[in-house]
């Protein structure tokens, strides 16, 4: 059995961002500081933070008047900005840049009178921020069914923006029912599913192609990480979402002789190593890295971070 590794994998550079975020705060301020909801979607990063002297709350109201605060990587609505600073919140805001970038077409989209379709997952934090940043209402959708039930007609304006974590396949047939079911449409295509979701979405396919078994390494909230699952279980591959090496079942690799591993974009490389030992110790004689997109994006810092 030998152990094949998909490139890229893990963390992005909007998680790298915020976790800098986190971790410089702590640096310079000291602890606590306050962070409204998990940073990024992965109960290792959280757990790691935490001992550092982060304090992970679900709302503004639990934490203290004047203290530090960072909002997470998803993006926060409106709302909670202003009752952030009624609170006088000293505000790091992690949101992914790219997440902010749908928020501003989203907005821009409602300006010019257009109907906003959010294509997104009900409950999903990233969706809840960016429905609360448009001040107007924004008809949220998962498949093409939600689509044909919108009840907005036929003629009216729309525009379409999309959660930056979702299968870029899944997304194109939404995509697809909305210019169907509207005479004028306007969107960014599959532009606003961000790069480091795609990259690892080619990788895992990739990966697939050549591995029986399939290991995503992530959080069972984790939205990039359940659609890496999934998509190499489309590709034929028996595919397992997993915490961490501690709930691999051996089982799962009778009769493989390439098990193929990757994870999520909030996932740290230190967990793909410790589920490469695990399965060495199973028996996997080679681990080899396929051949992939090497990323180079990074993200600034917040000016209050970056100074000095």
């Known amino acids: 059995?030998?152990?094949?590794?998909?490139?890229?994998?893990?963390?992005?550079?909007?998680?790298?961002?915020?976790?800098?975020?986190?971790?410089?705060a702590l640096e310079r301020f000291g602890p606590p500081v306050y962070v409204r909801h998990e940073i990024?979607?992965?109960?290792?990063?959280?757990?790691?933070?935490?001992?550092?002297?982060?304090?992970?709350?679900?709302?503004?109201?639990?934490?203290?008047?004047?203290a530090v605060a960072?909002?997470?990587?998803?993006g926060v609505a409106r709302k909670v900005e202003g009752e952030a600073a009624l609170r006088r919140l000293d505000v790091l805001d992690a949101t992914c840049p790219l997440v902010t970038k749908v928020h501003n077409e989203g907005r821009?989209?409602?300006a010019q009178g257009r109907t906003v379709i959010l294509v997104g997952h009900a409950g999903h934090p990233e969706?809840?921020?960016?429905?609360?940043?448009?001040?107007?209402?924004?008809?949220?959708?998962?498949?093409?069914?939600?689509?044909?039930?919108?009840?907005?007609?036929?003629?009216?304006?729309?525009?379409f923006i999309t959660q930056t974590t979702l299968s870029v396949d899944d997304t194109k047939h939404v995509i697809a029912a909305i210019r169907a079911r509207f005479d004028d449409v306007t969107g960014p295509d599959t532009r606003d599913i961000c790069y480091a979701t795609q990259n690892r979405q080619t990788a895992v396919r990739e990966l697939a192609r050549i591995a029986e078994v399939v290991l995503v390494v992530g959080a069972a909230n984790s939205s990039n990480s359940n659609r890496l699952r999934e998509i190499a279980a489309e590709c034929?591959?028996?595919?397992?979402?997993?915490?961490?090496?501690?709930?691999l079942d051996p089982a799962w690799l009778d009769g493989a002789q390439a098990v193929g591993v990757t994870a999520g974009a909030s996932a740290p490389e230190r967990l793909v190593e410790e589920l490469v030992g695990r399965l060495k110790a199973l028996g996997a004689t080679s681990v080899e890295a396929l051949p992939g997109i090497i990323e180079d994006?990074?993200?600034?810092?917040?000016?209050k971070l970056a100074a000095e």
């Open 1 to 24: 059995m030998r152990v094949v590794l998909a490139q890229p994998r893990g963390f992005c550079a909007g998680v790298v961002r915020a976790v800098d975020i986190v971790e410089q």
């Open 40 to 66: 990024v979607h992965n109960r290792h990063v959280v757990e790691d933070l935490r001992a550092r002297g982060a304090v992970f709350v679900k709302e503004v109201d639990e934490i203290p008047e004047g």
């Open 297 to 303: 994006v990074t993200f600034r810092l917040p000016a």
């Open 127 to 159: 969706v809840i921020g960016t429905m609360g940043q448009i001040d107007a209402e924004v008809h949220l959708v998962a498949d093409a069914a939600e689509v044909e039930a919108l009840p907005i007609p036929r003629d009216r304006p729309v525009s």
């Open 108 to 110: 821009r989209y409602a």
């Open 236 to 247: 034929g591959a028996r595919a397992y979402l997993i915490a961490d090496a501690s709930v």
């Open 70 to 74: 960072v909002f997470s990587a998803h």
